[in-house]
């Protein structure tokens, strides 16, 4: 996610669904950017409706539908660069003049959004048929740890992307002054990179013509390539007819909570939704074997599979990301490359309802859901890494074991579970509830809990998500106040007495600092609430959490794998 954030401010209320929830709404108008491009170019936001004679005007719904970016205009030179494609060729943008190009700036080891990014351009050039000739698709990259041609050739050929389009990269320099001369703020985050893709259209004349934030959900896909072909058929020969005709309205997604149907792997469906017993789903497509050891990890699921009958955990059903595939036959074509055949389902999500109920945001993804369809727990397998048979057991069965308190303790309950604790811990728990200074005063008590691990949560008293996951952080700073200190971060709040009215009904062991502005600038940065960050003895920032726990086994683990418990 983009750390400027131009086209996103906070909300109060987080999507529906299980999974780690934060709330970011998009907003359009009134936005305005500053291009250095032989002077100062100003960009004014604008809403971008339908093409008239393409796929029919509905601006209401494409202004309203948060998953769908209608565009921004703009004007001006596109500057212009020459770097080398995935094939070791030098590629000018000047190369491209009488051709309308969309040019997207994309992280070759990003496994969302840059994937759903890359399939709405492609789709987007298909959906104007013959007339798409003269539309040229460029990528550039934008991960400075990754700028070698065997980079962006690798994500060319997991994608099945030869021939449709031009992934480009070079030294770093060269790509800083191209990120430079189109505004972007590329930078690592916590270990990431910050990767919403962004995109821009540029007419026959090598003119800014618009400029998208391409961070669509699954199931937001074909929406915003229509959009995408729609502006682009615009500018190009004859405007050519775009071969879509799809609602602009938000499309609903489907939750654990919910029962559905997908189409199985081999013939056959395969039902998901809420059943006698928790289930398990991992969420993955077939071109992460072109970054990470996908057979390794599907090897180890056959065990924990194995391991689950003999154990009663949950079962496993595998849901493949179908919007995102190469093609029909990528995903059969990779199972049939298998050693062994899997001895668990697998599902086809072709419509992405179900990843965006399941609030899927990366590959693979598991998710542990109870059997009434509740998240118990999930698990970010490009960022923490895969799981082995062994250890994917213990999370689950930690999940389901561990439960919040009936009902959270008093500051004074919980100071009696606290008594004796050590010094600089005993400090924290004196000061139960309390709101007190800034991130100055914040940082401050971080440099003298130096020798203890560190949870810090950042809420507010709006935020409906940091509400409900409360009775958690409640209950897990009183099992680990003895060895862990546990800070609050009151972000976003410009009153601090909502702050404290919120405190009074949610008694916590620990105090919280304010930091009206949500910015934590010496420790992590807040891209949503609730968010927790968490610090190793050393002081170290290990990871930043967006988006709420929904279990109290989920919590606990994170605590015990970031923290080394």
């Known amino acids: 996610m983009r750390a400027d954030q131009l086209f996103r401010t906070p909300r109060v209320e987080p999507p529906a669904g299980g999974g780690p929830r934060w709330s970011w709404a998009r907003t359009v108008a009134g936005v305005s950017l500053s291009f250095v491009v032989a002077g100062a170019l100003v960009i004014t936001a604008i809403l971008v409706g339908p093409a008239p004679g393409g796929v029919g005007q509905q601006p209401t719904a494409l202004a309203t539908n948060p998953d769908v970016d209608p565009g921004t205009a703009l004007s001006g030179k596109a500057p212009t660069f020459t770097l080398t494609n995935q094939s070791g060729r ?36 298909r959906l104007l048929g013959p007339g798409g000739k003269k539309l040229a698709l460029l990528g550039v990259d934008s991960d400075p740890s990754a700028t070698s041609t065997l980079s962006v050739a690798a994500y060319t050929h997991a994608h099945g992307l030869h021939g449709e389009w031009q992934y480009l990269t070079g030294p770093l320099p060269a790509l800083e002054r191209v990120w430079r001369s189109y505004h972007l703020g590329i930078r690592t985050q916590i270990g990431q990179i910050d990767d919403t893709p962004e995109m821009y259209l540029i007419n026959g004349r090598g003119e800014l013509a618009e400029i998208f934030q391409i961070q669509p959900p699954y199931s937001g896909i074909g929406q915003q390539a229509q959009v995408l072909a729609t502006a682009a058929s615009r500018l190009l020969p004859g405007h050519p007819r775009v071969r879509s005709a799809l609602s602009y309205d938000q499309v609903p997604s489907i939750a654990p909570n919910q029962s559905t149907e997908l189409p199985r792997v081999g013939g056959g469906a395969v039902r998901l939704g809420p059943e006698g017993s928790p289930r398990l789903y991992m969420f993955f497509a077939s071109w992460l074997s072109g970054s990470m050891r996908l057979r390794s990890q599907l090897e180890a699921l056959r065990s924990y599979e194995s391991s689950a009958i003999t154990r009663g955990l949950p079962r496993l059903t595998a849901v493949d990301e179908g919007t995102v595939e190469p093609s029909p036959k990528a995903l059969p074509d990779f199972l049939d490359r298998l050693r062994t055949p899997l001895s668990f389902p697998v599902a086809i999500d072709d419509s992405g309802r179900v990843s965006d109920g399941f609030q899927v945001q990366d590959q ?31 999370h689950v069965k930690a999940a389901l074991t561990a439960t919040p308190s009936v009902k959270p303790p ?62 958690l952080f409640a209950d897990a700073s009183v099992r680990y106040g003895r060895q862990v200190a546990f800070i609050g971060v009151d972000a976003l709040d410009t009153n601090a007495g909502d702050a404290r009215a919120y405190l009074s009904g949610h008694p916590l062991s620990y105090p919280s600092y304010q930091s009206p502005q949500g910015e934590l600038t010496g420790l992590a940065p807040i891209i949503g609430l609730p968010t927790t960050i968490y610090i190793d003895r050393k002081g170290r920032v290990i990871k930043a959490v967006p988006g709420q726990y929904d279990s109290q086994g989920a919590l606990d683990g994170d605590i015990q794998h970031y923290l080394g418990l």
Not at 101 to 124: E, G, R
Not at 369 to 377: I, Y
């Open 90 to 125: 030098p590629v000018s943008l000047a190369e491209f003049r009488g051709e309308v190009v969309l040019l997207a700036f994309l992280d070759p080891n990003c496994t969302s959004p840059c994937p759903q990014a890359t399939t709405t351009m492609v789709d987007a050039k």
């Open 364 to 394: 693979p993804w598991f998710v542990l859901a109870s059997r009434s369809g509740a998240t118990l727990w999930y698990w970010d397998g490009s960022s923490e890494g895969p799981l082995s048979a062994v250890d994917l057991a213990e």
């Open 410 to 471: 008093t500051i004074r309950e919980a100071s009696q579970l606290l008594a004796g604790s050590p010094e600089p811990l005993a400090r924290l728990h004196a000061q139960a509830g309390r709101l007190l200074g800034s991130e100055r005063a914040l940082m401050s008590r971080v440099h003298a809990l130096h020798g203890y691990p560190i949870v810090i949560n950042a809420w507010a008293s709006w935020c409906t998500a940091c509400r409900e996951e409360y009775a």
